[in-house]
């Protein structure tokens, strides 16, 4: 009988093995599912709290803008008092024109060529329709 003892531990060692490994598995399955998931809510919350940053960007804001290449973009902003159109490209920012006056408010509609002939008349001189 007590050959039998020693057959009998080894076996229920053996059939205890696959059980904790599985659970092993399912816990870090879950703990994976649970970090993903706090990356992604974390994610979510930041993007819906963007747009409550309204005390910062009192000092600069784009008054509007013009996309003339697959990278490039023309914007008008506004730095505190001064009114600039700037050109933005990948890895370069540069000044186009520093306007002496507040350039005339262009008219609201749909984007696409009304803003860049608004733009085109402002750059002239002229003021929009």
Do not use: C, N
Not at 2 to 19: E, F, I, R, Y
Not at 100 to 123: C, H, I, N, T
Request: proline content about 8%; aromatic content about 4%.
């Amino acid at each position: 009988m007590s050959a039998a003892a020693p057959v009998a531990a080894a076996l229920a060692a053996s059939s205890a093995a696959p059980l904790s490994a599985a659970g092993g598995l399912a816990q870090t399955a879950l703990s994976l599912v649970l970090v993903l998931g706090a990356i992604f809510a974390l994610a979510w919350v930041l993007r819906r709290v963007q747009g409550f940053r309204v005390a910062g960007s009192a000092a600069l804001q784009v008054q509007g803008g013009l996309q003339v290449g697959p990278k490039e973009r023309v914007l008008w902003i506004q730095a505190g008092g001064a009114h600039l159109l700037i050109g933005v490209a990948p890895g370069r920012v540069q000044t186009l024109h520093v306007f002496d006056q507040a350039p005339p408010a262009l008219p609201v509609g749909p984007a696409g060529a009304g803003f860049s002939e608004a733009l085109r008349k402002v750059m002239r001189g002229q003021t929009p329709p």
